[in-house]
Structures are given as structure tokens and as C-alpha cells.
């Protein structure tokens, strides 16, 4: 077959424009056309947002430096993710998850050498937050771009719209800001032509449903079955509001998810302000209760500022690519942000519809692979946040103990837990999953150390590394890094 001639995108935003960006530079040499209507009556939340390392790749495939993008978007570098009140285990009460780095090798392997001593009851310390780089780099305040560093972003979520709506644009891609009024279905169920509110009609081979919860054309058109996490997840609600930055205080790249009495807060630092926010379950508390905690926690800085409240729908639909129509970001699924996973899923998304179909020769040949894999993707993310819950130790309300308590969880991650819990051979289990799991080998162990999934009897025993001697290290070798602040405005 051939390429589609002409893409439609309904629906803008981060997801948009990413999509269209990457269909336009991948597909341009077979002159395709690419489209992105987008609604004037839609706005953006504008949240303070975070990325994985993978966005570091899209960038590099649109030949984007990060010296033109990151001031556009008050971006700042993202070292990793910390926890803090997650775990009541002494001398574990908060966890990092680093970014792995090639300077971390000795000092990680060493570190999973005491954490498999120390789950088979041996007092080896093994707290990830004194054995990694990142975490150094976080508590110094230090830029983690070097050489063999690998990091994330955070970003204003409405900026960085703002700014890929631009340079997609400039590949080419036509902007139309109207409203979809109708969808116009061929009798074998694709997708023919969207009609807008002005009254034009928008026909395309392929179409791409950014258009958000809402689900305009794969679910409200194609009528694709949702399959939600709400068993596996119980957060439902989300509260946002910026803060300012503290005047003349250095600013630190990491995102910090702490957990309150009913789900959990983030602080996302910008270079012009935090953005921070509120994760919870409607089960458990009421959205004006969730507002008065978020003010609470953080203080006089969020006096007077309006807060934003949002609805999550959690979960997935079961084919992300239906008849001539692909869905991406929130139309697709969401998983709540809690390992800043949103903009991973729609780059990967795209990257593989895009592989999938050039070695289809442009067929549906392999639509069934994509919509496995998709999925696959989904789960995996699912199961790594689920263990966050899984492995808390909180003890103060109900919501914490329901969902250390929630058995509905995956055959995977049940699995995972019994042979750490049991002593048994982690390394083989992780093999054994593969890349169903989404999350490296570093990663697990950092999540089940960190929380300190540990027997509470331990005997005295030699280790690899004492944490005082780790940490020593790492001072040492975050000396060759500059102020986060000065890297961002040198």
C-alpha cells in the first residue's frame, strides 16, 4: 500500500503536537500531508510538568537543542524522583528514584549486592539515595548534564505546546483552529472526513484522536471499549496551583512526590516558579478536604492562589488503533503521574505506529502487534506505580492501608513481590519478565529497597559498601558538576 496522503489530528496540546511533529518529520519524504485542528474553546491546565529520559530522544530525533527549547518552556533538568512519607521503616522513610548513570556502575552494583544481603536478612545498608549520583546531584543542587549522565525534564506543560505547535508549523503542518462538529464514517466503519463548526470538511486517509478524555473519534465515534485501572488505582482527583521559587535559593532538579493522608502532592520545579499538585482518591476524601491538605502542605507560599481541580479517568482503551484511526495521549489511557510516564507513553505510541506501519508497507497487517504492544506498555507502567502502593508502610488513614491491602493486582507484580519477600533470585525473576515490566533493573530495585521491603530481624554481616562510604564517593564526584541555576542561565 501506499503512504496515507493526508493525516488529520484532532486535537492539540502536548500530545498533539508532538504526534505532529514526529508523522511530519518521519513521513514528510513520502509527501504526506499532516493536519492538527484544534479547538480555540479548549484551553491547557499549565501544570508544572515532568518527562522520563526518553524525551531526550525526541528532541534529538527533531534535531532540537536543548538551548532553544528549554528557556521557551522555563524548563529545568530532572536528576530523578524522590519520595518522601511513603514508608514509616526506619532509616527509610523517603526514597529516591535516580536516573542511571555510567558513573553509577560500581557504586549500584554494589549497591544490589547489599540489597539482596539485606533482604535475605543481613544488616547491609541499602537505601537508594546514598549509592546513586543522582541523588547527590539533587541534594547539592547541581546540574546532571555531563557525559555519560542520563536525565529528564520539567517543563511548563502550555509553553511546551506552545513551542512544538511552532516548530511543527515551520516542518509544514497545517493549523486549524475550529471545532469538530460532526465525524463523517465511510459504511465500512473508517473514518472519511471530520465536518468543523465553519462548516469545512476535513478528509483524510489517516486520523490521530488527541482530542483528550473525551475520546471524540475512537471512542465517541468508533465506540472503543475503555478498560479502567480503577481496581488496580484508586486516584481519581487531582488539585494544581503554582508557588513561587524561594528568592536567591538554588534550584533543585528533582521532582519530590510526598505523600499525604490521602494520595500524594508534587513539587515540579520551573525556572520561574514550582508547579505542585495533588493526587488523590474521591473514595477517601472530598475535594474541598483535598484543597485545605494541598494549602496546608505547602504553606503561606499558596495563600491567595487559585487552585485548579481536574478529573482523571484512569486506565486504557483496549485497541489504541481502531479501523484508519490511532488515539494518543489522554484519548488512549492514562496512568496518574506519580513516575511522570504521560508524555513517555505518547512518544513511544507514535514511534511504534510509525515503525509499525512503514514495515507493514502502510497496511493494517500488524494492527492487532501495535494494539498488543500498546497495551503491554500501558500494563507495565500500571504495575511499577501499583508497587508504590503495594510497598507503602503508612498507617494513618484507610486510604493507605487499602491500598497496601488491595490484592487486585497483577499475576506479574505478585510474583515480584514473593520472590523479593522470600530471599529468592530477583535477577532471574526480572529476566524472566523482561521487557514487559517497562522499568530496568535499577529501577525495581530501587522501588522495593528504597520503600525498605526489608525483614525486620537482621543479623550482623559484612557488606560491599557502607552507605557513609557511598555517600563520601558521590561528594566527591558531584564536585565536577555545576549550580543547577547558573547551568540553566549560562
Known amino acids: 500500500m501506499n503512504p496515507p496522503q493526508h493525516i488529520t489530528i484532532v486535537g492539540g496540546g502536548t500530545a ?33 510538568e515532568g518527562s522520563t529520559p526518553f524525551m531526550r530522544h ?11 527549547w528549554m528557556p521557551a518552556c522555563d524548563a529545568t533538568y530532572k536528576a530523578g524522583i524522590r519520595f518522601p512519607g511513603w514508608s514509616e521503616v526506619a532509616g527509610y522513610e523517603s526514597y529516591v528514584h535516580p536516573f542511571f548513570n555510567e558513573a553509577d556502575r560500581e557504586l549500584g552494583n554494589q549497591f544490589f549486592t547489599n540489597a539482596c544481603l539485606r533482604r535475605r536478612g543481613q544488616a547491609a545498608d541499602a537505601n537508594p539515595q546514598d549509592f546513586f549520583l543522582a541523588a547527590e546531584l539533587a541534594r547539592q543542587r547541581r546540574a546532571p548534564d555531563g557525559p555519560g549522565m542520563d536525565y529528564a525534564y520539567h517543563f511548563d506543560a502550555g509553553r511546551l505546546g506552545s513551542f512544538l505547535r511552532t516548530h511543527a508549523i515551520g516542518l509544514g503542518v497545517r493549523h486549524v483552529v475550529d471545532t469538530v462538529a460532526r465525524v463523517e464514517q465511510h459504511e ?14 476535513v478528509a483524510a486517509d489517516l486520523f490521530v484522536d488527541c482530542s483528550g478524555f473525551k475520546g471524540l473519534l475512537i471512542t465517541e465515534t468508533l465506540g472503543e471499549p475503555f478498560h479502567p485501572y480503577r481496581d488496580n488505582l484508586f486516584n481519581d482527583r487531582a488539585i494544581a496551583m503554582p508557588t513561587p521559587l524561594v528568592d536567591g535559593e538554588d534550584i533543585p532538579p528533582e521532582t519530590v512526590s510526598t505523600a499525604l493522608r490521602h494520595g500524594w502532592a508534587w513539587r515540579i520545579p520551573l525556572t520561574a516558579r514550582y508547579g505542585n499538585g ?6 477517601f476524601v472530598s475535594d474541598d478536604e483535598a484543597e485545605r491538605e494541598l494549602r496546608e502542605h505547602l504553606g503561606p507560599a499558596a495563600a491567595g492562589v487559585e487552585a485548579r481541580r481536574l478529573r482523571m479517568r484512569v486506565g486504557r482503551v483496549k ?12 484519548s488512549q489511557g492514562f496512568i496518574e503521574p506519580l513516575e511522570a510516564t504521560a508524555l513517555m507513553l505518547i512518544q513511544l505510541s507514535v514511534e511504534q505506529f510509525i515503525a509499525v506501519l512503514e514495515s507493514d508497507g502502510f497496511g493494517r497487517g500488524r494492527q492487532a502487534a501495535y494494539n498488543e504492544r500498546i497495551n503491554a506498555m500501558f500494563e507495565g507502567v500500571r504495575d511499577y506505580v501499583v508497587a508504590h502502593y503495594q510497598l507503602n508502610t503508612r498507617r494513618d488513614t484507610d486510604y493507605w492501608r487499602a491500598n497496601r491491602a488491595n490484592r487486585n493486582i497483577s499475576e506479574r507484580l505478585i510474583s515480584l513481590l514473593d520472590v523479593w519477600d522470600r530471599g529468592g533470585d530477583f535477577e532471574a525473576e526480572l ?14 530495585y530501587c522501588l522495593f529497597a528504597g520503600m525498605g521491603r ?17 555517600r563520601d564517593r558521590l561528594n566527591r564526584m558531584a564536585r565536577e558538576f555545576g549550580s543547577h541555576r547558573s547551568h540553566l542561565t549560562g
Not at 511530519?24 to 509527501?31: C, V
Not at 525526541?58 to 532553544?68: K, P, S, V
Not at 466503519?189 to 465536518?195: E, F, K, L, Q, Y
Not at 495533588?278 to 473514595?283: G, I, N, T
Open 16 to 48: 498533539g503536537w508532538m504526534t505532529a511533529n514526529l508523522l511530519r518529520h518521519h513521513w514528510a519524504r513520502f509527501g504526506v500531508e499532516v493536519t492538527l485542528i484544534e479547538s480555540a474553546d479548549i484551553g491547557t491546565v499549565g501544570v508544572g
Open 58 to 68: 525526541f528532541f534529538r530525533t527533531l534535531g532540537i537543542a536543548e538551548r532553544d
Open 188 to 201: 465500512n466503519g473508517d473514518i472519511t472526513a471530520v465536518h468543523l463548526k465553519t462548516g469545512t470538511r
Open 278 to 283: 495533588y493526587v488523590y482518591s474521591s473514595d
Open 319 to 330: 485497541q489504541h488503533w481502531r479501523q484508519n484511526c490511532v488515539a494518543i495521549g489522554l
Open 431 to 444: 529476566e524472566r519478565h523482561g521487557a514487559g515490566l517497562m522499568y530496568l533493573r535499577p529501577s525495581w
Open 454 to 470: 526489608f525483614p525486620a530481624e537482621l543479623r550482623a554481616a559484612p557488606q560491599a559498601i557502607t552507605a557513609a562510604q557511598a
